[in-house]
T-cell receptor
Framework: KQEVTQIPAALSVPEGENLVLNCSFT??????LQWFRQDPGKGLTSLLL???SQREQTSGRLNASLDKSSGRSTLYIAASQPGDSATYLC??????????WGAGTKLIIKP | DTEVTQTPKHLVMGMTNKKSLKCEQH?????MYWYKQKAKKPPELMFV???????INESVPSRFSPECPNSSLLNLHLHALQPEDSALYLC?????????????FGDGTRLSIL
């Protein structure tokens, strides 16, 4: 059974720092890995999607990597801003075409 | 602004009431989803519709009844809910069978059962 783990559960950093969020999964039989952002009381916004054949994707200050063989992904945020404060969730699309979710990392960027 | 629209944004209902949650998208997506999310937890999949047919029902109690009237609309009918059903209900849509496309989420309906 696929399990997705995110570390750390919470992270607080000063504005301007670069940071890395981690995601690991137990079964490498995935179609893709997705990173989402969720603001309090809101829905989820897709940030990056990495297909199983890809190694990384970039969007602006965000870069996500995927190492399928080791079951790991990282989300790198450069030059963090207070507006980046949110909960970040990773999810893998499994062989049944269902998203299996991590519990999320709550990120706080201090001005 | 989200491309998936959910109404109402908030709903308070008693355990004997009947209400419906609505979801609409105009992106031409043929897969639509209902999720339930409790506070500080990830979303839990409830139902999946693919080409307007129910393809996945994750052992959801019968007091939740989904309906997909057409390719743009998804409803969730609620009846005789329990206090533990209070949660954020999220609708999502995606291109059916396309692993290179993400799911798009609405902002959800915050449901409170008295």
């Amino acid at each position: 059974k696929q399990e997705v783990t995110q570390i750390p559960a919470a992270l607080s950093v000063p504005e301007g720092e670069n940071l890395v969020l981690n995601c690991s999964f137990t079964d490498s039989a995935i179609y893709n890995l997705q990173w989402f952002r969720q603001d309090p009381g809101k829905g989820l916004t897709s940030l990056l999607l990495i297909q199983s054949s890809q190694r990384e994707q970039t969007s602006g200050r965000l870069n996500a990597s995927l190492d399928k063989s080791s079951g790991r992904s990282t989300l790198y945020i450069a030059a963090s801003q207070p507006g980046d404060s949110a909960t970040y969730l990773c999810a893998v699309l499994d062989s049944n075409y269902q998203l299996i979710w991590g519990a999320g990392t709550k990120l706080i960027i201090k001005p | 602004d989200t491309e998936v629209t959910q109404t109402p944004k908030h709903l308070v209902m008693g355990m004997t009431n009947k209400k419906s949650l609505k979801c609409e998208q105009h992106m031409g997506h043929r897969a639509m989803y209902w999720y339930k999310q409790k506070a500080k937890k990830p979303p839990e999949l409830m139902f999946v519709y693919s080409y307007e047919k129910l393809s996945i029902n994750e052992s959801v109690p019968s007091r939740f009844s989904p309906e997909c009237p057409n390719s743009s609309l998804l409803n969730l009918h609620l009846h005789a809910l329990q206090p533990e059903d209070s949660a954020l209900y999220l609708c999502a849509s995606s291109q059916a069978g396309q692993s290179n496309q993400p799911q798009h989420f609405g902002d959800g309906t915050r449901l409170s059962i008295l």
